[in-house]
């Protein structure tokens, strides 16, 4: 069993080295469709919406990461609303996490709802009450969740799940494949948002489904290619380049993390530091057993928003974006996107800085940004 920096470089690239060829294949690009012959059966690839071999190279490489039959869809978001449309009946329930991704959250109340699917919302720290799964048609969860970065344990909610005859989904964007593997844990579906930190580099938007069973998985891609939420080989193209560094950009965020959460838990001018490795963290008890992993986001809160906004200004290394799991630092004020956190609520996406001079700027930011302590 290789370890996870040779997996990272050598996932999907199954290529026959041939003198004369290159390492790894370009993408497939400017060809909409491939030949066929005009009559029997048709080739793997014959039009581009509905398999193409970047995809594939893709495909199996994070199916070989999360354990499963990996479908790519042209963001995470594409993978959410046809995971959604896959379970949603009239009369049925689907059960979302009440601090989760919240454009998933709004997809479903505003789109499936008035479709007569009841939308369930619970929060991912608890508590999961007895009966909270019944008549449902999918759970999906989400751990550590974005923002707040609380974790639930796959493998005690995964029986529960099922005895309900429910699908389960887990977006496993935060952690990435690296960082835990929810189908060892029961779950059905993988979801990945492959913009964070699975491509790596800030330049792609790209989502995956990964299911345990390849049946479902060939039901999925039949939908896929009727929806049409197909991404572009370049951009898939551009995310197996990322992903060969997964394991390095992971292992020096996850440092890094540390070594802030730690150094932040001392500053006088914050509050409400998550990071699910911290001992203290709320998140630490299933986190530890379930992650291999912590990973490089974290969160805390500053006074008010004023305060975020003069820490962005006084910092020489961290940018104020959305989206995480890029090379740079970057800090989003969550509240600002309808999230139900504090207005000083940052989430920090770690990134590959050198650990000292991160701790050193980050904290003197803070100290200009919140000047009257008590
Ligand atoms: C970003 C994100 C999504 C949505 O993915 P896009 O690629 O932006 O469409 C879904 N889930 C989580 C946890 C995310 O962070």
């Not at 601090?99 to 619970?122: H, I, K, S, T």
């Amino acid at each position: 069993m290789s370890g996870d920096g040779t997996r990272c470089v050598h996932a999907g690239r199954t290529d026959e080295p041939r003198p004369g060829e290159p390492l790894h294949a370009g993408p497939v690009l400017a060809s909409a469709y491939h030949l066929g012959p005009p009559d029997g059966d048709l080739p793997v690839d014959f039009y581009g919406r509905s398999a193409n071999p970047t995809w594939r190279a893709l495909e199996s490489a994070i199916g070989s990461l999360d354990g499963g039959h990996t479908l790519l869809f042209s963001s995470g978001m594409a993978a959410i609303a046809t995971l959604l449309r896959l379970a949603a009946r009239p009369g049925s329930a689907i059960v979302l996490p009440a601090d989760g991704y919240y454009l998933a959250r709004a997809l479903a109340a505003d789109e499936l709802a008035p479709f007569g699917v009841e939308v369930r919302e619970v929060p991912t720290a608890g508590p999961w009450p007895e009966g909270v799964f019944d008549g449902a048609t999918l759970v999906l969860l989400e751990t550590p969740s974005n923002p707040g970065l609380d974790v639930c344990d796959l493998a005690e909610l995964s029986p529960r799940v099922h005895a309900a005859g429910a699908l389960l989904a887990v977006d496993n964007t935060t952690a990435t494949p690296l960082g835990q593997s929810p189908i060892e844990l029961g779950t059905d579906i993988v979801v990945g948002s492959d913009t964070k930190a699975l491509s790596g580099h800030s330049d792609v938007v790209l989502g995956h489904l990964t299911c345990a069973s390849e049946e479902l998985a060939q039901r999925l891609a039949v939908m896929r290619n009727r929806g049409g939420g197909v991404p572009g080989p370049f951009e898939v193209w551009l995310a197996h380049r990322g992903l060969g560094t997964l394991d390095l950009r992971l292992t020096r965020q996850a440092q890094n993390a540390e070594a802030l959460a730690t150094a932040l838990l001392e500053h006088p001018g914050v509050r409400g530091v998550r990071w699910p490795g911290l001992p203290s963290d709320p998140s630490y008890a299933v986190a530890s057993r379930q992650m291999r992993r912590f990973g490089g986001v974290l969160a805390f809160e500053l006074p008010d928003a004023a305060a975020t906004s003069r820490f962005i200004e006084a910092s020489a290394l961290v940018a104020s974006t959305t989206s995480f799991g890029g090379l740079t630092t970057t800090a989003d004020r969550r509240a600002r996107w309808g999230d139900q956190v504090a207005p000083g609520f940052l989430r920090l996406s770690v990134g590959c800085e050198d650990t000292d001079d991160l701790v050193t700027d980050v904290l003197s930011a803070i100290t200009q940004a919140v000047p009257s302590q008590p």
